[in-house]
């Protein structure tokens, strides 16, 4: 049996493969079931498409169009510790305005956190930063990587730490959509969503189970519970909550490459190794009923 994998990430967003490279590992790890969710664009499914309908290889793979968007847990009455990040599945072209939404606002926080920067007497500018991210959408850790580069700061973390970090000169709070917002657009654009890692949210039992009731009644659809860096107690709880909840449990590494012992499929020392095909089922019911208003 083949495993799934449905967070993966790749040069074209904060991994450090290419997408022949993605495939390649899939292939080595028995993978059958992937899905690049890169952060904030779907650029690689094209591509990885491609390469997968010609050649042979990489043929048994089924690819499944998937993004990451990131939700503000602050409107919610959270604090920037308590981190919601919401992975959309089957998504297509129809997503792209809300993805302007984003691109436009993450650029003008570029440019005020730039401008604070110069107003301190640093040498910086916007296109030299956007040069540097080699003309990509880039964030506050690439200019923190310019700065470091640049000699303004020993290392891209100490340039992090003194400058943009929450309470810092230069930090400014991007704007995101609330969770309720966020998924209820993914819906309106055909993707069916779900919570990713969602330890991170670092909410007990009864305060995860009240924050996402609210979510479910507008579509929320499941929860990433099979994830490395899952404790066994964990995922019993994750486990519970999607039965109770009637929520799809699915699978994924968060692979970026820039954790060494993640790996495509397998987790940590494989401790993910999912191969539950009615995950996969599951999630292309709740896209059909998306897709013809029946959620």
């Known amino acids: 049996m083949k ?6 990430h790749s040069k074209y967003s904060d991994g450090k493969l290419d997408i022949k490279e993605i495939l390649d590992k899939a292939v080595e790890n028995n993978v059958g079931v992937l899905s690049l969710t890169e952060h904030y664009n779907i650029s690689s499914y094209r591509l990885a498409k491609s390469i997968i309908n010609s050649n042979e290889r990489y043929s048994k793979i089924e690819l499944i169009p998937g993004i990451e968007i990131g939700a ?4 919610a009455g959270f604090s920037k510790n308590h981190i919601c990040h919401i992975l959309a599945y089957f998504v297509s072209n129809k997503i792209y305005p ?3 939404e984003y691109e436009e606002d993450r650029k003008k926080t570029n440019e005020r956190i730039i401008n604070l920067l110069k107003d301190q007497g640093i040498d910086i500018t916007y296109g030299a930063v956007k040069r540097f991210a080699k003309g990509k959408s880039f964030g506050r850790y690439d200019i923190a990587r310019y700065m470091s580069k640049q000699g303004l700061a020993y290392t891209p973390e100490d340039a992090y730490a003194k400058y943009l970090d929450y309470g810092q000169m230069a930090h400014i709070e991007r704007r995101k959509m609330t969770p309720p917002e966020l998924i209820t657009k993914i819906i309106r654009c055909g993707g069916v969503p779900v919570i990713a890692h969602p330890k991170s949210l670092k909410l007990n039992y009864t305060n995860f189970t009240e924050f996402i009731k609210p979510l479910i009644d507008i579509g929320l659809a499941g929860l990433e519970i099979y994830y490395p860096r899952m404790k066994k107690e964990e995922l019993e709880t994750y486990e519970e ?4 909840y009637n929520l799809i449990g699915t699978a994924g590494s968060d692979y970026h490459k820039n954790r060494d012992e993640v790996e495509i499929g397998l987790g940590i020392n494989n401790n993910l190794c999912v191969s539950d095909y009615s995950i996969i089922k599951r999630l292309k019911e709740k896209k059909h009923e998306i897709d013809y208003g029946k959620k």
């Open 98 to 100: 809300l993805l302007a």
């Open 72 to 75: 503000s847990m602050l409107d």
């Open 241 to 244: 909550i999607c039965t109770e």
């Open 3 to 8: 495993y799934i994998d449905l967070h993966v």
